[in-house]
């Protein structure tokens, strides 16, 4: 298990949620996990509790969040400020949910939930190192065209990945000046 990470014996959602926190879990990373452990809590919840049950519809809140909304809030530039971090876009969302989804167990075993996670910050550490690789890339295109506001958005979402959230919001504040919109953005996933 990652240093960074506490062995559990028993998971809730909120536990899950401050250990994909302590990832600094990007969308990518959060999409995975949502997929290989909250659909599967999420799927026992309803056929179990029923689809009206609290906990049920806040998992599927929660496996929006994680397969769709996150993902789009960085697109679309909802997080662009220096504050706007993976652990305050997960916090957000957390926020005003019900303790009794906080406090619900999950009822996957604990060592597969923390081979879920030990995977997650696995890949979250490859995927530095391919964004570290692409951010030098794009550096090279901006500076033969710095006027073109839709590759200073690009490295804006390059920068955030990487952790860099104060020169991800100066790249952002750039593409704006420029013209940067998310509508007439051309991308459309990271």
């Given amino acids: 298990m990652s240093p960074k990470l506490p062995d559990r014996k028993l998971y809730t959602i909120k536990d899950l949620m401050n250990d994909l926190k302590k990832l600094d879990a990007t969308p990518s990373v959060l999409y995975d996990v949502g997929s290989e ?75 597969q939930i923390q081979e879920v996670l030990k995977r997650a910050d696995e890949s979250r550490r490859e995927e530095k190192k391919r964004y570290k690789k692409l951010e030098k890339s794009v550096r090279a295109e901006i500076k033969a065209d710095s006027k073109n506001p839709d590759l200073w958005n690009k490295l804006r979402l390059l920068l955030w990945i990487l952790g860099k959230y104060s020169e991800s919001s100066e790249a952002f504040k750039t593409a704006k000046e420029l013209g940067w919109s998310a509508e007439s953005s051309t991308l459309v996933a990271i």
């Fill in 37 to 111: 452990l909250v659909y599967r809590e999420l799927d026992w919840c309803k056929k179990t509790l029923g689809d009206d049950h609290l906990v049920t519809k806040n998992l599927m809140a929660l496996m929006e969040f994680m397969q769709y909304d996150y993902e789009n809030q960085l697109l679309t530039a909802e997080l662009w400020r220096v504050k706007d971090t993976p652990k305050s876009a997960i916090n957000t969302f957390m926020r005003d949910r019900p303790e009794e989804f906080l406090t619900h167990p999950i009822g996957i075993l604990s060592e």
